[in-house]
């Protein structure tokens, strides 16, 4: 099955951080909406992405419709010690698999944090051009992320770039929901 190419109207921009505050209530709002979260939930989230645009590697990708309307957003940045994902992640891969392998997976990686198409533009190709954008700017070894266990459209587009489990239905803390934390290496080919 081949997904349609995103329509020719669609516009590919990476996102300074300046651009992103610029424009963050539309993007949490697509973020809401593509995650079906309740309303509340992007003032919430507000002061959790404007302090990840401040770390290293930051990196922000966005594509926008015909009339200039945000319709998929996704950043990320490097994982490092002290981070509560960090921290998160290598605990349950070293419980599970040894610090070996957390080492590994975690010595030099990009976290891919969030990645979001609004609905009625999904499975058209969107998605993964914001996951080679980031990407390709990213110099680290691996790329790590985490979703809710599916099947979903996540797990297909991941699966078809390439990622692989690095561990399966974990809790995060205060999160009842079992997670999939999946990782390639980079670069993408
Ligand atoms: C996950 C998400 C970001 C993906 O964005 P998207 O634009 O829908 O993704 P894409 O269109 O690039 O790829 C997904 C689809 O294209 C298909 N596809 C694209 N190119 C393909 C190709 N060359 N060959 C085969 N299949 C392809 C995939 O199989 C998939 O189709 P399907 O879901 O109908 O099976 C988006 O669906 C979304 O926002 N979902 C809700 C929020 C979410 O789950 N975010 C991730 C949280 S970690």
């Not at 489990?165 to 009842?176: A, H, I, K, M, S």
Request: proline share 6%.
């Amino acid at each position: 099955m081949t997904a349609a190419p995103p329509p020719s109207t669609t516009r590919f921009a990476e996102l300074s951080a300046d651009e992103l505050r610029a424009r963050l209530r539309e993007a949490l709002a697509l973020y809401v909406t593509a995650m079906n979260y309740p309303r509340g939930t992007a003032e919430q989230r507000a002061p959790m992405w404007l302090a990840h645009m401040l770390r290293a590697g930051w990196r922000c990708a966005a594509a926008f419709d015909g009339d200039g309307a945000m319709v998929g957003i996704g950043y990320g940045y490097l994982g490092a010690h002290g981070q509560w994902w960090h921290e998160q992640v290598r605990r349950g891969v070293t419980e599970r698999r040894g610090a070996e392998v957390a080492d590994a997976w975690m010595g030099d990686y990009f976290e891919l944090t969030e990645l979001h198409v609004r609905p009625d533009a999904q499975g058209g190709g969107i998605g993964a051009e914001l996951v080679r954008l980031l990407l390709a700017g990213a110099t680290s070894k691996h790329v790590l992320l985490s979703t809710p266990e599916g099947p979903s459209r996540a797990w297909r587009l991941y699966r078809r770039l390439g990622f692989v489990d690095v561990l399966r239905d974990y809790q995060f803390t205060g999160d009842p929901r079992p997670f999939g934390v999946l990782g390639r290496e980079l670069p993408m080919a």
